[in-house]
């Protein structure tokens, strides 16, 4: 998978763009090092109704991500660009599946620790399907890791990933972070993944596929199948 490095510090652009915030929101400056090599020096501001957000730069594009709701820890969203922080951690998707893990400080962040000291858990496989024609090109593919252990309710959805299909052949590879805390002693991690075109669903996974084992992460190798096949 190509990794873009990016550096910093902050560019004129960027702090054109902080001095137009509101004087009275409340800013903090954390340096995170990622494990790429890149850096991110990303302000946490408040914009005019109180709402947080967290600014940075990308290459040479500022990014203003505003705060959403998450089960543990804190994150920040805008489409499918997500910083996601828990104490000194963080995570950052960029947008094109790549995911940086990256922690506070200016040393170059260190490997990845075992599962069970960090806040968050990788998961990394591939999806493979039978194109019986060529898809369209706005066709997405989804990927969501979920929590199936509660008997007649629905499937709690912990991390999704959606990777647009064009110029794509399968398999075609992954990778999700979720966060410790939201699992349970008693649940039952699975991955599971449906193309769907303008909210259509063409293809969809026909079996339950682990995605943790243990506690520990597995390569998840994900199998789709036509929709009209499961009718017949």
């Known amino acids: 998978m190509k990794s873009i490095r990016v550096t910093f510090p902050l560019s004129l652009l960027l702090l054109a763009a902080l001095a137009c915030a ?20 990303v302000r946490f501001a408040n914009d005019a109704e109180g709402r947080t957000q967290a600014q940075f730069m990308f ?24 910083l996601h922080t828990k104490d000194d951690e963080a995570y950052f998707e960029d947008g094109s599946g790549v995911i940086r893990h990256c ?3 200016s040393a170059p962040a260190r490997p990845t620790p075992p599962a069970a000291a960090s806040s968050f ?11 019986q024609k060529a898809l369209p090109a706005d066709a997405v593919l989804i990927v969501r890791i979920q929590d199936t252990s509660r008997a007649g309710a629905r499937a709690l959805t912990l991390a999704e990933q959606r990777i647009e299909l064009v110029g794509r052949t399968p398999p075609v590879p992954f990778q999700v972070v979720i966060d410790r805390d939201l699992i349970g002693p008693k649940a039952h991690i699975t991955a599971a993944g449906r193309i769907e075109r303008r909210g259509k669903l063409l293809y969809t996974s026909t079996t339950v596929t682990p995605a943790l084992v243990d ?18």
């Open 215 to 232: 506690g520990q992460p597995v390569a998840v190798d994900l199998r789709l199948a036509p929709v009209g096949a499961r009718k017949r």
């Open 22 to 41: 509101p004087a009275h929101a409340e800013t903090a400056l954390v340096n995170y090092t990622c494990d790429d090599g890149s850096q991110l020096a």
């Open 121 to 131: 858990i990788d998961l990394a496989g591939q999806v493979s399907f039978p194109p």
């Open 103 to 105: 922690a506070v400080g």
């Open 59 to 82: 290459g040479d594009k500022p990014l203003v991500l505003p705060q959403v709701p998450a089960a543990s820890g804190a994150l920040y969203r805008s489409e499918q660009i997500r």
